[in-house]
């Protein structure tokens, strides 16, 4: 995470335990957490809330480990706190100031969180081009 967001990983810290550590070199922090306890409770608490299909396959892999069901996220509403968070990661907003136009943008490597935004909100997918 970056250095910006140290007050919530400190306090997904304070709620599950582990460890937080500054990356050499970078600007970053790194949450690491080793004991089993926190691990159950920290996959109780996101099981069922995560919607990129390749999070959800990391967090299927640990549920098999640890014998526990994964849960399906529910269908998505118009006012939804999810995302907010997918904003504050991964939006922008910005105005352009010849034609008075305010934009709201999100950009995501996978189209299928995109999908979801579009269905819910309305707007357009463009593929930018590196």
């Known amino acids: 995470m970056e250095i910006r967001d140290k007050n919530c990983l400190y306090q997904i810290k304070q709620k599950f335990g582990g460890s937080i550590k500054l990356r050499s070199g970078v600007n970053w922090l790194r949450y690491r957490l080793h004991h089993k306890a926190g691990i159950l409770s920290l996959i109780s608490a996101i099981n069922g809330e995560i919607r990129n299909p390749v999070r959800l396959l ?36 910005y105005m352009n100031l010849l034609s008075s136009q305010l934009f709201i943008t999100v950009s995501q490597k996978n189209r299928f969180i995109l999908d979801l935004i579009k269905e819910l909100y309305g707007g357009e997918i463009y593929i930018q081009k590196k």
């Open 58 to 93: 990391q967090l299927n892999k640990i549920c098999q480990h640890y014998n526990i069901s994964l849960i399906q996220p529910r269908k998505l509403e118009y006012f939804n706190g999810w995302f907010s968070g997918i904003f504050d990661s991964d939006g922008s907003v």
